[in-house]
């Protein structure tokens, strides 16, 4: 049964199928950051290890919010590495040779990468009457701008 909110009922499911993709690279996103919180080697090794730490965790709330609004538009929410590959641009690294700067630099992609996505959510809002998602998109953008201009500052 479909919530009664305000929400306009045409655009419930093509906003949470858009929210499912912004779900799946945050999920990835997030595996892969924790990854390299366990693998990350050298001078740096402390920072990233902590700053890493930091990331997966606010990722991994970030992946219950999203999964949970897309539960508010009446959409079931992904949830298998199958459906997540398929839906995500970010990408699983597989490589576990991967230098401290080679991880900044792929997080730093990741974390533009999702931002993009994020943003590609806010013309289906129009007439939609969703300042929920609106709020939630706000958030993860600004987070991701963020992060993204942290990781940059590393490498140069």
């Given at each position: ?29 997030y ?19 902590l ?38 641009s ?33 013309p289906?809002?129009d ?30």
């Open positions: 049964m479909s919530l009664n909110t305000g929400i306009e009922e045409s655009k419930k499911t093509e906003i949470a199928q858009t929210l499912s993709k912004l779900l799946a690279e945050t999920y990835t996103l595996l892969k950051t924790h990854k390299y919180h366990w693998n990350v080697t050298g001078p740096m090794f402390q920072t990233l290890h700053m890493f730490e930091q990331h997966y965790n606010d990722l991994a709330l970030a992946v219950d919010e999203i999964a949970e609004r897309i539960r508010v538009l009446g959409v079931k929410a992904p949830g298998s590495y199958t459906e997540f590959s398929q839906l995500s970010v990408k699983d690294d597989a490589s576990m040779d991967a230098s401290a700067e080679a991880m900044i630099k792929n997080l730093l992609n990741d974390h533009e990468q999702v931002a993009r996505t994020a943003k590609d959510v806010l289906l809002l007439g939609a009457n969703d300042e929920g998602t609106n709020s939630l998109l706000g958030a993860r953008i600004e987070y991701h701008e963020k992060t993204a201009w942290m990781l940059n500052s590393l490498i140069g």
